[in-house]
């Protein structure tokens, strides 16, 4: 052994195994660091989508829970409220009256008619209550925070438009012209208004231009078929009907040459237009609502929307009143942008223009919205709650655990401990697999079916609904538990039934409680998902558009994830914002349910 | 009868017991095993054997691994029943009642035979509730002295009282392996069992636990009818009145210990010991 060791051959094959297993010690290492990377990179891919998933829903939903209120002198004219029958009085026009007498200077009677839509329609109910509380208040005049509507929330949120502030440097000189004011500046400070007016008039010019140039390739395209057309119908001879296929090919061929060279043209006048717009150095250029507002703030609240501008001129029209004609010295004087159009968005220029006056009068203040977590559905934004969506939730989980935890737990214990192992029994573990993976909506139909059809129990309701979702969590539940039961180690059965437990003693006073933490969770995740599900609550009418919060399992009710599916499709775009804050809300209660099924299994936790 | 069974028929025939151990000239038989055989499924675990096992002494099984002689210990108290395939068949009387009696309840029966588990196995709960379980299920004590007088009584006895007596409170789980089997072997002395079945019950534990569980091991004799299965021949040499031998579930000799040790009758036995097999 030792001579065959020393001899050179011997020696070189063990300096080649050496190397071998370097070789393969170096491979190895290699192998686990890619590994690790993999791992890694599958961790921060998984974390960077969750972190944009919530910061979206965040920077989304976080204006939900804010909501502004006006602070108004409300006179409570004892005229008009009679206070035999305080709630049948007409508040509207007292607090309307209350937002109009903010604005003295707006006299038109369209403008009269638009400013209490500033306000809640909320804020009648507010202030009837407070006099219905307090009958003492008739006659008096009292000062309310009034919640604001949902657009101007959006406003003053920066969700409608961006406010831009243009420098100034110049003075201002301040005249009366035809139909509004005209407005100089000493250094040519509107410059830069004309500027963007012509940057956004270029842009779209652009776009313009490039749909033309698609309708070009769409009428070449069209040019190029036509010929194959023409011989097809030649083809066809003359005794061919109108209803002839080559006859239609070609009618419809010529039509749709027809209506995209008239789109074309149309395209190609406005294009023209709009090069002319941007290319007029001289002329003065009008303000449409398809362009940004520019507003000019002069002394004394008095606020100019611009309307046309030319060189070192604007002029514009007075939206609140303006003092006095003359110069305005730098300084005394702002421009603001309001970069949205008018036309895309759903508050105006002029609602804009007393908000911010609010705003700047100090009358404005914003806070939590806890309307929202108050009160049920509504079709107006800015009361919409989720409180009915999470009662709904509540209870519908409540019937769901009530029945689920016990039938599945009995359920898994009798199949793990107690079934003798059979076909039959094999069969059924099957099929709870097999349910386990039925698509929810079909749990939905069965519901419909079953519970609303046969059964004829109440529509909408958390009852159903709850029974629906239990239907969908035994599977989830059976399963877990039996893994639950299966991993007790089987040294506590024999423990127990060695000092002579029955079986049923053994399961209950040993397995069951160190299989609880397992179950708990099961059972907990499969609630979760129960908080989740829309698609078989639908089918039992659970969608329907419900403003009361339920007080009963047998109420009418809506659960928020049908909340926020509702929300999603409305148009206002208050809504979605609410329905961003809808989904915060069931996300915090997932959390909750979360940290609850962690705490339960550190409680139920046991080593053996 | 079928050709399996003829064949373990002709197995039994050729097993040669010798003359009754001294042993049982001194204490009455508690268990009385007749023609028992096991079949795992299809399989035969077990040809059927005859042994009879002396009350307050102790029994040891040894043979190598998978011989059978924890299934046919596992057959005294009828834990095979907890396997589905598992039948057994013959007759085993304790005091001369047929446990496999479709009558008798299993539950009862498991109270007089006490088993101890290879892997020291205390429920994961306190020392004290660990002791106390099986009294109370079985309705041994009325009133909370009662049920504290057994755990002390039977934490005593099962030597382990002095270490623990600060922390009944504490898990059972959090004693040492040692602790742990003594913990077991008080568990199982606290329904006042007759018989005490160990399976190999320091398999797992250190020499120095190992000693202390035989020391207790030979106290509990004077008491109980203890049977032990064990793989190191030391032990049964040490703490046991009677061996069997088994080998490929066949019982193949069954003598006093010394005996068995110092004149075995049969070759296979007498390979076992000097270590050729198993």
Known sequence: ?608 | MDAAVMQADKTHTTVTTPAQPLIMKQRKPKIVAEGVTVHYGDKQAIFPLDIEIPDRAVSAFIGPSGCGKSTFLRCMNRMNDTIAICRVGGKITIDGNDIYDPDLDVVQLRARVGMVFQKPNPFPKSIFENVAYGPRIHGLAHSRTDIEEIVVRSLKRAGLFEEVKDRLDAPGTGLSGGQQQRLCIARAIAVNPEVILMDEPCSALDPIATARIEELIDELRQNYCIVIVTHSMQQAARVSQLTAFFHLGSLVEVGDTEAIFTNPQERRTQDYIMGRFG
């Open chain 1, 1 to 608: 052994m030792t001579d065959m060791a020393d001899s050179p051959s011997a020696k070189a094959k063990a300096s080649q195994s050496r190397a071998l297993d370097a070789a393969r010690v170096r491979k190895r290492y290699r192998a686990e660091s890619r590994f690790r990377w993999y791992g890694l990179a599958a961790i921060g891919f998984a974390c960077a989508f969750l972190v944009l998933l919530l910061s979206d829903i965040l920077l989304k939903g976080l204006p939900a829970f804010e909501a502004n209120t006006v602070a108004l002198d409300v006179t409570l004219e004892a005229g008009k409220i009679d206070a035999d029958a305080i709630a049948g009085s007409n508040f509207n026009s007292i607090v309307n009256n209350s937002i109009r007498d903010m604005f003295p200077g707006v006299t038109s009677r369209s403008d009269r008619r638009a400013l209490p839509k500033l306000l809640s329609f909320d804020a009648v109910d507010e202030v009837r209550s407070a006099v219905i509380a307090n009958p003492s208040l008739i006659g008096t005049t009292q000062n309310f925070d009034l919640k604001l509507s949902d657009e101007a929330d959006l406003f003053f949120q920066g969700m409608s438009t961006d406010e831009v502030a243009i420098p100034v440097t110049g003075s201002l000189t301040v005249e009366a012209a035809d139909d509004g004011f005209r407005l100089t500046s000493s250094n040519n400070d509107f410059a830069g208004v004309l500027a963007r007016v012509k940057q956004r008039l270029e842009t779209r010019r652009a776009k313009l231009a490039l749909q033309a140039a698609q309708l070009e390739r769409v009428r070449d395209r069209l040019a190029a078929e036509m010929p194959s057309a023409e011989i097809a119908v030649k083809e066809a001879g003359a005794g061919a009907t109108d209803s002839h296929p080559a006859m239609r090919r070609l009618a419809k061929l010529q039509a749709d040459t027809a209506s995209v060279a008239a789109t074309l043209e149309r395209l190609k006048a406005q294009t023209d237009q709009l090069a002319a717009r941007v290319n007029n150095t001289s002329g003065a250029e009008q303000l449409t609502t398809v362009l940004p507002s520019f507003f000019v703030n002069l002394p004394e609240t008095g606020v100019v929307k611009i309307t046309g501008i030319g060189g070192n001129h604007v002029t514009g029209e007075a939206y609140m009143p303006v003092a006095a004609t003359g110069a305005v010295a730098p300084g005394n004087w702002s421009l603001v942008e309001y970069s949205q159009p008018e036309a895309d968005r759903r508050i105006s220029d002029k609602e804009i223009i007393w908000l911010t006056s609010l705003r700047e009068a100090g009358l404005v203040r914003s806070g939590f919205n806890w309307p929202f977590f108050q009160r049920g559905d509504s079709r107006e934004a800015e009361v919409a709650g989720v409180l009915g969506g999470m009662i709904g939730s509540a209870l519908t989980l409540m019937v769901t655990l009530a029945l689920s935890l016990p039938i599945g737990v009995a359920a898994a214990i009798y199949l793990e401990e107690f079934a003798p192992r059979n076909r039959l029994t094999r069969l059924i573990e099957v099929n709870i697999n097999n349910l386990a993976a039925v698509p929810s909506i079909v749990f939905g139909l069965l519901g419909l079916a079953v519970f609303l059809n046969f059964f004829g129990l109440p529509r909408s309701s958390a009852m159903v609904g709850g029974m629906v979702l239990a239907l969908m969590t035994l599977p989830t539940i059976i399963i877990a538990s039996r893994a639950a039961l299966r991993a007790v180690p089987p040294s506590i059965r024999e423990a127990a039934l060695g000092v002579g437990a029955s079986r049923q003693q053994a399961v209950f006073h040993h397995v069951l409680p160190l299989a609880m933490p397992g179950i708990m969770t099961g059972t907990i995740i499969g609630m979760a998902q129960a908080l989740g599900e829309t698609a078989p609550l639908l089918m039992i009418g659970m969608v329907a558009f419900i403003v009361d919060v339920p007080t009963g399992f047998s109420d009418a009710a809506t659960v928020l994830p049908v909340q926020i599916y509702l929300w999603s499709d409305l148009p206002e775009a208050a809504f979605q914002a609410k329905t961003a804050g809808a989904i915060l809300v069931l996300l915090g209660f997932l959390f909750l349910m979360n940290a609850l099924a962690v705490v339960l299994r550190r409680q139920f936790e046991r080593r053996w």
